[in-house]
């Protein structure tokens, strides 16, 4: 359970640009989010409720974009979402491909006034 | 235990101290990226009739301020020419036991080991038998080393050029995975008295290693651990993953082990 390191990680960063910022709140937080990130979303937002407690995020609406991981297939060359590491290519059904999506995890934007 | 369901606080200190030693120094995470925001007056905040929201696009990779200081550890070790290991596992595979056995019969190279567990010196003290300066980081309730760590413990350790660095990661196959040390490779290590579907189950492990060592192999006529099945499934993940079967215990297969480590530390 590495969630509560990542919130904590996220309210640095946001925080750090809101100080830059030199705006007055923070009123959405927007975050990435990838299936294979090896993030569990409703554990980061769990985490990111305590995490946030006395930082200038602790008001703002907190948005995760869950990313659907891609992975294009060495055989084929054709593009699929992947469930897991486990999955085939829905096409040939080959175990060789490459992920192109879905191991994001990183503060998008955040909305300021 | 964990960060999350633990009593820290985001400064909660870790400590790193060496065998014998009775005082611990804290190191909190300000120490190593710690920084501070000037505002000059330009930013003064003003009231404005007209004010409207706006985005800042960010941008940053959550784990950035982890992997810049992991890339330092590497450019240190890299110019130092020292060997770095993280050794991964779950509790009780016998990290401790290999680094042991390891340490004493390459003694023409010289080791410096970081131990992590969240409590205790016991580790730490076992290594210091073998000779091999040795330092434990303590993480409280934290439930992996991270690269600041590793960063303050190496400053305390000082390894020399050319010497091989083992740092025994918390025993733990979940959260090690997603914070690059600053490591040359890493080893995760399984026992076959564990299930032979480990690397299904905690894919990311297996996925971010260089090395597996199936360890305890002198148990294999008493458990129904299948090695064929768990390389198929650690292939499926990491076709460039390599394997080296061992048994700390009796000795069997450390050759290959000892040759790998000897091979890498060029």
New interface residues.
């Given amino acids: 359970m590495h969630e509560f390191s990542v919130a904590q990680n996220i309210v640095g960063i946001v925080t750090e640009s809101f100080m830059d910022s030199g705006a007055k709140k923070i009123i959405t937080v927007e975050i990435d989010v990838g299936s294979l990130s090896g993030v569990i979303t409703d554990a980061l937002e769990f985490a990111l409720d305590s995490a946030k407690q006395g930082s200038p995020l602790e008001n703002a609406v907190v948005k995760i974009n869950n990313i659907q991981a891609l992975a294009v297939c060495s055989r084929c060359h054709k593009k699929f979402e992947l469930t897991d590491f486990f999955s085939v290519c829905a096409y040939c059904s080959s175990v060789s491909y490459e992920i192109v999506k879905g191991k994001e995890l990183k503060v998008k934007s955040i909305e300021v006034e | 235990m ?4 633990g009593c820290g606080s ?1 400064d909660a200190g870790y400590t790193i101290s060496k065998p014998g030693e009775n005082t611990h120094q804290h190191h909190s995470y300000g120490e190593v990226h710690g920084h501070t ?1 000037e ?1 000059n007056s330009q ?3 003003h009231e404005h009739p007209h ?16 992997n810049l200081l992991a890339s330092r550890n590497r450019g240190y070790l890299d110019a130092k020419n020292i060997l770095a290991l993280n050794l991964v596992s779950s509790p009780g595979s016998g990290k401790t036991t290999i680094l042991e056995k390891t340490i004493t019969a390459l003694s023409d190279h010289q080791f410096f080991v970081i131990e992590g567990d969240q409590q205790t010196l016991n580790d730490a003290n076992r290594i210091n038998e073998t000779g091999a300066k040795v330092v434990q980081v303590n993480t409280g309730s ?3 080393l ?1 690269a600041g760590m590793v960063y303050n413990a190496i400053k305390k350790l000082n390894p020399e050029s050319g010497s091989i660095l083992m740092i025994e990661n918390v025993g733990n196959l ?2 090690p ?3 690059d040390l600053g490591e040359t490779k890493r080893v995760v290590i399984i026992s076959v008295t564990e299930g032979d579907d480990k690397p ?1 189950k905690y ?2 492990m297996f ?1 971010s290693s260089d090395l597996c060592i199936i360890n305890k192999t002198d148990l294999l006529p008493y458990v129904d651990f299948d090695i064929e099945k768990c390389k198929s499934y650690a292939l ?2 990491n ?1 460039n993953l390599g394997f080296i079967e061992l048994s700390a215990k009796t000795g069997e297969g450390m050759g290959r082990w000892f040759d790998w480590c000897v091979s890498q530390n060029k």
């Fill in positions: 964990c960060d999350t369901c985001t925001h505002h930013h003064h905040h004010e409207k929201a706006r985005t800042i696009n960010i941008e940053q990779d959550v784990m950035q301020k982890n934290g439930c992996h991270d979940v959260c995975a997603m914070f299904m894919p990311y996925e499926r993940l076709p």
